[in-house]
């Protein structure tokens, strides 16, 4: 059972552009939630996270925004950069855990 | 501040033999968790360890195991090594167990079991 679902395997955007990265979870215990980047062969790299007690959190180009109520976050890049192309995970945990539930990630290409 | 280190980066072992990876968290990081990245199977959680004690497991077989040392270094060892077992292993610190702490990621090992 997929707790965290990441439907869009990939997505391609031109540079300069909005890239949104959609994500789905089913557990309504989830209470943070917490986007990563990956290249290949590296470990992923912490982007952006945000409590359930939020609805938005910003840091820079990165945005992430959380629907409770749709069991549905989003994370908005902008402007897109070529050097944003990579795999972007999203991943939530519960309670008082450090145990991450990953999503299966988006391959973002950002092309010129 | 140094980030999350893992050794060895690459490794190759046979069927039927062991292994141990090590993980030396951020100083000053207490927690300290292990993933499996496979193409199959996505980023799954292997186990959670703080102040020396495993406080979570994910659904892996007892091959699986691990330890946290005094100075919060961490290890993992898988025996008996199936070729499924190949995989990038992925360490990860964080300040504190639980409550929205962001885990940093190391690099990671590359096992390749033959």
């Known amino acids: 059972d997929q707790q965290v679902k990441q439907n869009s395997p990939s997505l391609s955007v031109q540079e300069g552009r909005i890239s949104i990265l959609n994500c789905d979870y089913t557990n309504s215990m989830f209470d943070y939630f917490l986007w990563y980047k990956k290249y290949p062969a590296e470990g992923p790299t912490f982007l952006i996270s945000?409590?359930?007690?939020?609805d938005k959190n910003e840091d820079g180009r990165f945005t992430v925004f959380l629907n409770k109520s749709a069991k549905h976050l989003s994370l908005h890049i902008v402007p897109s950069q070529p050097g944003d192309s990579a795999v972007y995970f999203c991943a939530a945990s519960e309670g008082n855990t450090d145990k991450l539930i990953f999503g299966t990630g988006t391959r973002l290409q950002v092309f010129p | 501040k140094a980030g999350v280190t893992q050794t060895p980066r690459y490794l190759i072992k046979t069927r039927g033999q062991q292994v141990t990876l090590s993980c030396s968290p951020i100083?000053?990081?207490?927690?300290v968790s292990w993933y499996q990245q496979t193409p199959g199977q996505g980023l799954q959680f292997l186990f959670e360890?703080?102040?020396?004690?495993?406080?979570n497991k994910g659904n892996f077989p007892g091959r699986f195991s691990g330890r946290q040392f005094s100075n919060s270094r961490s290890e993992m060892n898988v025996s008996t090594l199936e070729l499924g077992d190949s995989a990038l292993y992925l360490c990860a610190s964080s300040l504190a167990r639980g409550d929205g702490e962001t885990q940093y990621f190391g690099p990671g090992t590359r096992l390749l079991v033959l």
């Open positions: 945000i409590s359930s007690i939020k």
């Open positions: 100083s000053g990081h207490r927690s």
């Open positions: 360890y703080f102040s020396e004690t495993q406080r």
